[in-house]
């Protein structure tokens, strides 16, 4: 129980940050941002499985919804896929070496391009833009930020580590 | 049972995962936007081609409710065409009746024959006119095709008419052709018979018999039937059978002729005879 309640903490975090630090750091024309919110549930879909990882996956996804004062639902469905999917790296035996080596950056590339697909391509329905454009011009920058984000989270449990 | 919760168990992941993913859908379609509109359209398609791939498999309770619903209707149907069918047949009797009406000279009174008996020596209809249509008895009684027989019985609203298949009616008549008299009577077993007519009488087969100016009932040249066969019967007369204009196991609707016999003519008649005797 503990152990969720820092998870919950955690993400609770990423979200503020998410809300209000990150959209100082968007990049290109498209005001591309970084995804921290799914670098955290990542770590919550390797340590605990994939009925975790989709359950917090929708949780964060509704609050983000909620915030985000678009149309309630998407980043949810979008988290929970993203979740579930991080929760198939759930591997006794592996999991420290996937939350300390860079493993651990494919693995959230690998999430939040799920993410970021299932979002930007229900997103940008209706609209003009080919499903070749939303990829370049999101999908694929957004991983891409969010897998250097991915960064940090490495450098300081590895630190952890030789620390001990 | 417990393997079904074992496998289910198995599947709690994905259970939960979809559980998931729908109530985000449901979150997604509450919204009404552009976005959720399109993709209802997709979601629409999507359905429909899953639907109509299996549209093929017959749903018993489907074809159940369908057939009970096509029995019916088919009653119903069939109900409205026999009233078709019986509304086109009376419009067609009506019209011919109509330029017959027309055509006539006389003054008719339209009847519909409301009892009729075919199988007794005297046979007989009754009409749903009387006395209130200015019915009265000796009223010749006809159809647009030729003479049905002359009223015998009058009430109120009803009327009953001796028919040409009835032992007691007797008519002067005569061959259109060739203008030989004789007396049309029908012989209780089926035969309408021109009597009275000699061996030597121009009779054909095929010529038509039609009411003679000697009656004192019918007016003349009104259409009976045609002859059939004219045997001699013996060494003076012939026997000549008569088949009808009118069928009367089919005749509906008459005309009753607004003519009566000429009273006087009646009375000179009676009292020749009676001074003859």
Redesign the interface.
Known sequence: MKEYLKYAAILLGLIILQKTFVSFIDVTEFRITPDLVIIGLVYVGIKK???PG??T??AA??VL?IFSFS????M??AK??SG?VS?FFNNEQKIERYLNSYIFIIIVSICSLVNNSVYYL??????NLLPADIFIRYILPTTVYTALFAVFPVLFARRRRFAR | MKILLSYLGNLKEYIIFSALIIASLLLIFQNDNIQVRFIRVIAVNVIGTIQDGYSFIPNIFELERENKSLRESNIELSKELSLLKESKLENLRLNSMLEFRQRTNYRVATGKIIGKTLIQTRNNITLNIGEKDSVKIGMPVITDRGLVGKIVAVSANYSIAQILLNKDLKISVKVQRSRVDGILAWDGEGKVRMKNVSKSADVKTGDIIITSEYSNTFPSGIPIGYVTTDNTLDNLFKNIEVETFVNFETVEEVFVLKSLSDDERRDLEKKFNEKVK
């Open positions: 499985g994939k009925i989709s359950i996956g929708f996804g509704l919804d149309f309630i639902g998407l949810a469905l929970t896929v579930f929760g229900f997103y940008f329905q209706g609209t």
